[in-house]
């Protein structure tokens, strides 16, 4: 083989810009058929030839054969001679991709067995043509010169096809040292120039008569033989070749001497020995000064020209080779950009030198502001030159869905939008292998075969499309596919069988949560392990990937419709957005893509809203239990190891610090890294007090910091010190001797010009084991749900009057919160309004109605606003105002009184229920008129009866006083089977059935399906009360025929219900 | 990397001289990209004990490494005379932190002589060769053992 590593280099990537396109040209010319675009197939034809052209002089024989025979096909379809369908097509795209391959491990190109390709590709070329000339594709011969030197091994069916042409045929003898090197020309210049008058249809370099070193005159001439097909006639060839006419020969028929060798592909038929290469090689190996220039220059055609050109290219390299490129195509116009903005800092830089110099504080304002800006251009270019369309890997899914989908017999088509997305270079090789994992899927697993889905009333045809688009600074890339979707049910009973997740876990699953399990490493739906996928490793590795290019992915899919896949990928990954915070006094960037929120408890409540489960801390966030972790008790441990200055104080710090973790998990100051005395001056004193503190929950005495963050499924808070800014950093690599810690995703340099180290927020929390303590908080949440599951939960608001007086009102009846400035409410009279919302709002307070204090006085006074009788009120309140689902255990009788229906411990304070509805009929006595005569003209036109089963004695006489106020009779039952009991006996005393779900004995669904199932109890209502109704309960009631479903202590609601059902009109 | 062997040649090597833990080091001054007394450190939590921290070198990130603890000597002492010399591995750029730095020493190669397995404390095999001038004894570091994580 050729050894100018130069020269080669060239070809092959030469080679490749050809081969670029090509698969989307074929798939074009697939498309057309019969009506062929010539234009079209010249190119594609043109790229063979080129590859064959240049292979032959680097004595690269299988990608000269294999070439070869793609041209002599392709020639035929340019020549109408043949019609490219699908299975032609498929050969062509096989050859190519072979060739490819080829191209890039050019080391062992010539040990490639590529028979069977060149098989096929010879069978089409005889296909088309007629009995008697059908040996010839295969016929080989020499061309013998006059002075009895031989061209070998040309195919005779390319000679008889150009002869047809009516071109003549030379035989050009370049001499590599005068012609070409002397000349500072390089072969592959020359061929390429040779191009462009005819056609090369095979070209070598003659070793056999370049004589060896010892002899006497040395070898003075290489013979390079170019076979060469063109309209010019014999007489021009010496001024266009450039060289003297006896290196010319024309090639007349008698030339060409049959050979015996017909079975190329076996054997190569040319290899150059080891001792020709080396002349050939010392030779050859002279830098050309072009070289350097060539390839800038590029890029700019072929933008102009095409653009899909340079992305199939890089594409082609991505799946075919595993290395990362290392070279990339940049735009000249960019280039010439950042030039211009290097010139400019430059200037800048001598100006802010002049200024500094000159103490001209005016002149060194200006110059640093220039360099601010030119520095963020200059960012923005280099970025640039890293972008590339999303297209690259994008447009080769064309080729994967069509080979797969005729492979599997579906019919599918694939829309691919957004192609000019940009992405970073490094993300988008990195995405290149999930995204075809995923693309497989769809087609493998997603799309049904055609007739399934014309079953389903589906177009036989399934959709596959691809989507790019940006979104909140990320790309998204959308793979959503019409087909059968996924059958959550199906999924978790496969996790179930393969011992991913147990069936308790599966039961608490959502839809959602259930599709995601997918993503579980070992997970495998299919039932067999087909060619396409189905190996159990899939979904997980495209998970691991994504997420390590700090992209997210997920899944909705809905069955029978389809599945979407989405993908979140940030937009590069040099320089991220990453909030910074501190502990101790360093700063760690939190990668924004990780960031869900931030949270700040206040001092006061750190109490309360951090709890211990176990040794782990966890928050409370909106009904979530959200596992801690104290980055600063992470890191601190290790940072008193590693100060050097402390080493003889080891042993007492550590104790100290054990001490301070104990009660104390935040440091608030410097506690870590003790450098100066006077630091530590200061930690006893801050120390002193909290240490008095018996409380081994986090310390109150400071608010509270958290980064609340999610890595792959975990979500969990980072306790920091300081939040600070949100900052676009560069991420710099570490030294290897900190490659071990994980904790760090790398280092990037701050403002100041310190490092701040970056965490990796998925290993922190695998560090800290935080698996176990999400765990835990879940076993803590489990449990706290079975205690509560008893009981009657219900959601209350808490609220105070004065500081230590606590109150809760159900949350249902609560219009909304609202906080007024104290000076815009109004007296009138003994009552109290604020203008609100176009009108009046009565305010009210607790003090009005029973014996409690008066409200503080503040500038803001917040309301709780009550909608009663289609009347808005308000109730001025004391915050914290909080929402809260608690088990109702009611003491109705210790601490009754007027507007209060009971107590019950809510976060270990005594909290007083208010009867917001005896609290208004107290105030306002009036709103009830109506109510009254309402229940008195029933009494009079007959009782109504209700069954009421209930067993909650609080809620029993709650509902039953509000319903005995409105003119009812009420039968009271104390559970489900008591209430059957009732009405077995009273069956037709009974005007309709009110019931709790959740009692002993017998429920309230239970009590519903006898009343139902039986004739005779079939006629009455069931009006079902809870104090949660969730969609699961409803569709439960539902089936057992739950007429209505009402909340508790709705009671306006409840009754208004009560009497439609019962036909009673106001 | 630059060259670290001491052949057999007569050439004149040149060792930069410097002083941790009580002892005298040096190395080969081709090893060492510059010396400079930059202490904004950042720690880093969880490393190896020996390694000091990361600094900001022009861009660069470098890894600091106490070359007392990496000896297994002494700590360096944290005081004026205190220096980084940052020598090239690797592609990398590590600082060494010493406890400072003396002259630099010119040597022919055949008068180091191989290192005893112990030199004042420290294991023979992170020294190339010990130096006997005319006042003391200097070790040859070899700095890709030094260097090994």
Same mark, same amino acid.
């Given at each position: ?491 978790? $009973?496969?996790?179930? +069988?393969?011992?991913? &997740?147990?069936?308790? #876990? /599966?039961? %608490?699953?959502? @839809? !959602? ?79 924004? $893509?990780?960031?869900? +929120?931030?949270?700040? &408890?206040?001092?006061? #409540? /750190?109490? %309360?809203?951090? @709890? !211990? ?454 | ?149």
């Amino acid at each position: 083989m050729f050894e100018d590593d130069e020269t080669l280099q060239m070809y092959i990537e030469e080679s490749l810009d050809h081969l670029g396109d090509i698969e989307s040209d074929l798939l074009t010319i697939e498309e057309a058929g019969a009506n062929i675009d010539l234009d079209l197939v010249n190119n594609v034809f043109r790229a063979a030839h080129s590859i064959k052209g240049g292979a032959g002089f680097m004595g690269l024989t299988t990608i000269k054969d294999l070439s070869h025979h793609l041209e002599n096909v392709l020639g035929l379809i340019r020549n109408k001679e043949l019609v490219p369908d699908s299975n032609r097509v498929s050969v062509l795209l096989k050859g190519f991709d072979e060739l490819e391959n080829l191209l890039n491990n050019i080391d062992t190109s010539n040990d490639v067995d590529v028979s069977d390709h060149i098989k096929d590709l010879e069978s089409i070329t005889k296909s088309s043509l007629p009995e008697d000339k059908q040996e010839m594709v295969s016929e080989i011969v020499d061309i013998v010169l006059q002075d009895g030197r031989v061209f070998p091994q040309v195919s005779l069916f390319e000679i008889e096809q150009y002869k047809a042409e009516g071109k003549n045929l030379f035989l050009v003898e370049y001499d590599l040292i005068h012609d070409i090197q002397r000349k500072d020309k390089n072969p592959i210049e020359v061929l390429n120039s040779l191009q462009k008058t005819g056609t090369i249809i095979d070209s070598r370099i003659d070793f056999d008569s370049v004589g060896t070193l010892s002899e006497s005159a040395g070898p003075n001439r290489i013979p390079f033989q170019v076979l060469f097909a063109s309209i010019i006639e014999y007489d021009m060839t010496e001024t266009l070749f450039d060289i003297k006419k006896q290196y010319i020969h024309s090639i007349s028929d008698d030339m060409i001497v049959s050979t015996s060798v017909t079975d190329i592909s076996v054997e190569p038929a040319f290899m150059p020995s080891k001792e020709d290469q080396k002349a050939a090689s010392v030779v050859v190996e002279v830098p050309e000064p072009e070289r350097v220039l060539t390839p800038p220059a590029k890029p700019v055609i072929q933008e102009t020209q095409k653009v899909k050109q340079s992305p199939s290219k890089e594409e082609k390299e991505v799946t075919i080779s595993a290395k990362p490129q290392t070279s990339l195509r940049v735009n000249v116009g960019l280039l010439d950009t950042l030039m211009n903005l290097a010139g400019e800092l430059v200037l800048s830089r001598n100006q802010l030198l002049q200024g500094v110099n000159s103490s001209n504080v005016k002149a060194t304002e200006l110059s640093s502001q220039r360099i601010d800006m030119i520095t963020s251009e200059l960012q923005e270019a280099i970025m640039r030159t890293r972008m590339q369309p999303i297209a690259n890997i994008l447009n080769k899914f064309t080729r994967v869905v069509r080979d797969l989908s005729q492979q599997l017999g579906k019919s599918i088509d694939l829309v691919i939008e957004g192609k000019d997305v940009e992405l970073d270079k490094t993300i988008l090789e990195a995405i290149n292998d999930p995204l075809t994992h995923l693309v497989r899927n769809s087609v493998d697993h997603g799309i049904e075969t055609p007739m399934e889905r014309e079953q389903m009333g589906k177009s036989g045809t399934g959709k596959i499309i691809l989507r790019a688009f940006h979104d909140a600074g990320q790309v998204n890339l959308v793979i959503s596919d019409d087909g059968k979707g996924l059958d959550p049910d199906r999924i978790a $009973v496969s996790a179930v +069988e393969k011992g991913l &997740i147990s069936e308790q #876990q /599966v039961d %608490e699953m959502s @839809e !959602k949560q259930k599709i995601e399990l997918i993503l579980l490493p070992g997970f495998s739906m299919a039932k067999e392990v087909t060619d396409v996928s189905g190996r159990g490793v899939g979904m997980d590795v495209v998970t691991t990937n994504i997420e390590s290019l700090g992209g997210i992915i997920e899944l909705d899919s809905t069955p029978g419709k389809g599945t979407d896949i989405q993908i979140k990928l940030p937009l590069t990954l040099a320089i991220i957005p990453s909030q910074i915070t501190s502990v101790g006094n360093e700063r760690y960037a939190v990668p924004q $893509v990780n960031l869900n +929120e931030l949270l700040r &408890i206040p001092a006061a #409540q /750190v109490k %309360e809203k951090i @709890e !211990k489960v176990g040794d782990a801390a966890v928050v409370r966030l909106r009904g979530e239990l959200l596992p801690l972790l104290n980055l600063s008790e992470m890191l601190d441990i290790d940072t008193t190891y590693l100060d050097p200055q402390n080493e003889d104080e080891l042993p007492d710090r550590r104790q100290n610090l054990a001490d301070r973790r104990s009660r104390q998990n935040i440091i608030t100051e410097d506690g870590v890294i003790i450098e100066s005395p006077d630091q530590e001056k200061e930690h006893p004193k801050s120390d002193d007090p909290k240490r008095e503190e018996n409380d081994r929950r986090y310390h109150a005495r400071s608010a509270m910091n958290i980064a609340v963050v999610s890595a792959g499924a975990f979500k969990y808070g980072l306790v920091v010190d300081q939040l600070y800014d949100s900052e676009e950093i560069v991420v710099k690599p570490v030294g290897r001797h900190l490659k071990k810690c994980t904790a760090y995703a790398g280092a990037t340099i701050m403002g100041d010009g310190k490092v701040a180290l970056i965490l990796d927020i998925s290993n922190l929390a695998q560090m800290a084991e935080l698996s176990s303590v999400s765990e835990a908080g879940q076993i803590a949440k489990a449990a706290e749900e079975e205690a509560m599951a008893g009981k009657d939960k219900a959601a209350l608001l808490t609220f105070k009057n004065s500081e230590t007086e606590h109150f809760a009102a159900p949350l249902n009846i609560v219009e909304r919160i609202e906080r007024i400035q104290t000076s815009t409410i109004e007296q009138i009279g003994e009552q109290k309004v604020v203008q609100y919302r176009g009108g009046a709002l009565p305010l009210y307070e607790l003090s009005q109605v029973a014996d409690f204090k008066a409200l503080p006085e503040r500038e803001q006074q917040e309301v709780i606003v009550f909608k009663i009788k289609n009347r808005e009120l308000g109730l001025m309140v004391t915050p914290p105002v909080d929402a809260l689902e608690v088990a109702l255990d009611v003491d109705e009788g210790t601490l009754k009184q007027s507007a209060i229906s009971g107590s019950m411990i809510i976060n270990e304070h005594t909290t007083l229920l208010v009867d917001i509805f005896e609290m208004v009929k107290i105030l306002n006595p009036g709103w009830f008129k109506e109510d009254a005569k309402v229940a008195a003209e029933m009494a009079e036109s007959g009782e109504k009866i209700l069954l009421f089963a209930e067993d909650s004695a609080f809620f029993r006489n709650q509902v039953k006083t509000f319903m005995e106020e409105d003119g009812f009779k009420v039968i009271e039952a104390e559970d489900g089977l008591i209430a059957w009991e009732l009405l077995k006996e009273r069956v037709d005393d009974i005007d309709i059935v009110v019931t709790d779900l959740e009692m002993p004995n017998m429920d309230g669904f239970e009590l519903t399906k006898r009343i139902k199932g039986d004739p005779k109890y079939s006629h009455l209502e069931v009006i079902a009360l809870t104090s949660l109704a969730s969609e699961a309960h409803i569709e439960k009631g539902r089936k057992v025929g739950i007429d209505e479903y009402e909340i508790k202590l709705d009671r306006e609601k409840l009754m208004k219900m009560i009497r439609q059902k019962l036909n009673l009109t106001k | 990397m630059a060259e670290t062997t001491i052949g057999t040649s007569s050439q004149d090597l040149e060792f930069s001289t410097f002083y941790v833990g009580g002892a005298l080091c040096g190395i080969n001054i081709l090893n060492i990209q510059e010396i400079n007394k930059h202490f904004d450190i950042t720690q880093v939590p969880q490393a190896s004990d020996y390694i000091e921290g990361i600094l900001n070198l022009r861009g660069r990130i470098v890894t600091i490494i106490d070359l007392g603890k990496k000896l297994g000597l002494e700590p360096v002492n944290k005081d004026k005379d205190n220096r980084n010399i940052i020598v090239n591995s690797d592609d990398e750029h590590i600082g060494l932190l010493v406890d400072g730095i003396s002259d630099v020493v010119l040597a022919k190669a055949e008068n180091i002589e191989p290192a005893p397995s112990n030199i004042g404390g420290v294991k023979g095999k992170f020294f190339q060769g010990v130096l006997k001038t005319e006042k003391q004894l200097i070790g040859i570091l070899d700095i890709d053992e030094v260097l090994k994580e």
